[in-house]
């Protein structure tokens, strides 16, 4: 599974996604302050999201720092926090795909597992051939609770965010075998993702085509 991915959200990158998606607010000063050049994005890490929310005025569109991982349903065995979603014919992750629930989350490269590696295992990098800005399909939801560590607990009210996995391609099936992350890679993919009906944006759970993804060196 996808547990590290990198994203580079410069200034012109944030106008762009402002201007395409009508952004409202101020999240973007707090998703652009203090970082310079890629930042790269491990579980529990906070990210940009970018989503619809309903208000009195209409749907408008925001971009908020989310902390990675949903927590575990109460049937899963490991409590880990979940990062990626796969099965989502699963009645618990249906209320988590309305088109409310559902968000972007800005990527210019993922990480897997190298299988062919062992004691250390080596992870490889993946990104678009030019290296652009994509998407990862993901969802998003308000939780209360500590996600913080014994040591430094950090109890409050938290925005979290997981994304959706698939079948992997062909490249990144000699890799990593099991899934690899949704990627929506043009602005209509990401519009259907944000409004669609469930069943029409669950369209876009499949693997991206082998010439959107390169293996980096």
């Not at 200034?11 to 050049?37: A, E, I, W």
């Not at 579980?43 to 925001?62: K, M, Q």
């Not at 062992?118 to 490889?124: D, G, L, M, Q, T």
């Amino acid at each position: 599974m996808c547990n590290l991915y990198e994203y580079d959200m410069t200034p012109k990158v944030m106008q762009s996604l402002k201007d395409h998606f009508n952004l409202v607010g101020t999240g973007y000063l707090d998703v652009l302050r203090g970082r310079n050049g890629p930042q790269r994005v491990y579980p529990n890490y906070e990210a940009p999201v970018i989503r619809s929310l309903a208000t009195p005025d209409g749907i408008v569109r925001d971009i908020a720092p989310m902390r990675w991982g949903f927590p575990a349903p109460p049937f899963y065995k490991i409590k880990a926090n979940v990062t990626n979603v796969r099965n989502t014919a699963s009645g618990y992750w249906k209320p988590y795909l309305k088109a409310g629930q559902r968000c972007l989350v800005p990527a210019t490269a993922f990480s897997e597992p190298d299988r062919n590696t062992s004691k250390p295992v080596v992870f490889r990098w993946f990104a678009r051939p030019n290296r652009e800005l994509f998407y990862f399909a993901g969802i998003w939801r308000e939780w209360e609770g500590d996600r913080g560590t014994k040591k430094v607990p950090n109890v409050g009210k938290h925005l979290l965010f997981s994304f959706l996995t698939t079948e992997p391609n062909g490249i990144v099936e000699p890799i990593h075998e099991k899934a690899m992350p949704v990627l929506l890679r043009t602005m209509d993919e990401a519009e259907q993702w944000l409004e669609a009906p469930p069943e029409e944006a669950l369209q876009l759970q499949k693997p991206a085509p082998d010439d959107a993804v390169v293996l980096l060196p």
